[in-house]
């Protein structure tokens, strides 16, 4: 049975798939599916965005090699980002909730 993090390991490359392959070059997401991928996935985190053109502003900056469409390593840099972003959230939530040292006395 897959511990926690492997199973997160095999949902992001089953999530890369399932949208790179639904036409032409499964290896790499086109705009289009990109624009999917991240609707579908990434929905909570498009509504935060204030920019409309969100989508293809996150795009442009992830196609590092600019070819037009995404790879696998380009889109796990996107998930790698979005988790340290996460991440630092969690890490100030803590320490907002956090008793102070004078409650504790
Ligand atoms: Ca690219």
């Given at each position: 049975?897959?511990?926690?993090?492997?199973s997160?390991?095999?949902s992001?490359?089953t999530v890369?798939?399932?949208?790179?392959?639904?036409?032409?070059?499964?290896?790499?997401?086109?705009?289009?599916?990109?624009?999917?991928?991240a609707?579908?996935?990434?929905?909570?985190f498009?509504?935060?965005?204030?920019?409309?053109?969100?989508?293809d502003?996150?795009m442009?900056?992830?196609?590092?090699n600019r070819?037009?469409?995404?790879?696998?390593?380009?889109?796990?840099?996107?998930?790698?980002?979005?988790?340290?972003?996460?991440e630092?959230c969690?890490?100030?939530?803590?320490?907002?909730?956090?008793?102070?040292?004078?409650?504790?006395?």
């Amino acid at each position: 049975m897959p511990s926690d993090l492997e199973s997160s390991m095999q949902s992001l490359i089953t999530v890369f798939h399932k949208y790179a392959s639904k036409d032409g070059d499964q290896y790499f997401l086109s705009r289009s599916q990109f624009r999917t991928l991240a609707e579908s996935e990434l929905a909570n985190f498009l509504k935060s965005q204030k920019d409309p053109c969100a989508v293809d502003t996150i795009m442009n900056s992830l196609d590092s090699n600019r070819d037009g469409r995404v790879d696998f390593n380009e889109y796990v840099s996107l998930v790698v980002g979005l988790s340290v972003a996460c991440e630092q959230c969690f890490q100030m939530h803590l320490k907002q909730n956090k008793p102070s040292a004078a409650a504790k006395k």
